[in-house]
């Protein structure tokens, strides 16, 4: 069973937006820091975006730090990647992951599929 579940990408112009929605199917990620990674073709995976569970200062790669910005709905059980002025080395399958701390990047429950997102004119 997929307990993580990716949405939003798609292919976008250089200078768009994108918003990723990463949800829960079967737990509260309120439990959890959520990160946001990324994996292009030939690439490792990249931790670019993490919230923690209490309500910090998310942190960023420097990659998309001013043009992503990570965020929780708790009602709806949803954390948020806002993407903005995108660029095509964005183009990536992107994955959330739920950790203990936002200083770890080995996820506490499997990976979901992703989504993908393409930049190109």
């Known amino acids: 069973q997929v307990q993580l579940v990716e949405s939003g990408g798609g292919l976008v112009q250089p200078g768009g937006s994108l918003r990723l929605s990463c949800a829960g199917s079967?737990?509260?990620?309120?439990?959890?820091?959520i990160g946001w990674f990324r994996q292009a073709p030939g690439e490792a995976r990249e931790k670019i975006a993490c919230v923690e569970r209490v309500d910090t200062t998310p942190t960023y790669s420097a990659s998309v730090e001013g043009r992503f910005a990570i965020s929780r709905d708790k009602v709806a059980n949803t954390v948020y990647l806002q993407m903005n002025d995108l660029k095509p080395e964005d183009t990536a399958r992107y994955y959330c992951?739920?950790?203990?701390?936002?200083?770890?990047?080995?996820?506490?429950?499997?990976w979901g599929l992703g989504t993908q997102v393409t930049v190109s004119p």
């Open positions: 079967v737990f509260s990620l309120s439990s959890y820091a």
């Open positions: 992951a739920t950790l203990i701390v936002c200083r770890e990047l080995a996820p506490v429950r499997p």
